[in-house]
């Protein structure tokens, strides 16, 4: 597949068919998207597909993948302040998650009203509460078992939140639903 001399090579092969997969996808249900319609739209050969990817679904699985890394990322930039006291506002310019699953809405409707990721509501929970659970352990002074509850709530109600705006087609920008998030949990405190 890929080895150390040509990873850069490789790196940027493998982003060309994820780009022409989401490109495929905002018009064609990934049911009806062939190998080759991916490789044409990345114009590349199929040969060069297989040396990187089993199949489609392989693909969609490397999208997948890093969709996760990068809400993973997003959270803990968005939230790791919001555990050094227990009573801190959040600002809601800090908070950069939102603007990511904006950023990426394509793809993440795409997955979740399609079923193409069947679970992708639980992945994406497990994802947000291990990057809190992360980014929040070494600040908190609180009972592991606090802070597992206390997570899992507020991973349930951003998942929901997400979940919302997912179900009404991002209709509302970022800045609004990261304003409702904030003034819900500023006001929780």
Known sequence: MQNGTDSRSARRTKQLFKTALMHLLETESFAYISVKDIVETANYNRKTFYNH????????????????????????????????????????????????????????????STGLEKNITQICAQTI???????????????????????????????GTIHWWIDEKFASPPEQIRAEFVSFYNHAL
């Open 129 to 159: 509460y291990n990057a809190l659970i992360e980014a929040w352990t070494p600040l908190v002074d609180m009972p592991e078992q606090q802070l597992a509850s206390y997570t899992k709530i507020f991973t349930n109600s951003l998942v």
């Open 53 to 112: 990817y089993y199949d489609k679904f392989d693909l969609l699985d490397d999208v997948t993948k890093d969709l996760l890394e990068g809400m993973a990322i997003a959270v803990k930039d968005s939230f790791k302040h919001y555990q050094k006291t227990p009573r801190m506002s959040m600002i809601a310019s800090e908070i950069t998650l939102f603007d990511y699953v904006y950023l990426h809405r394509n793809i993440i409707y795409i997955c979740k």
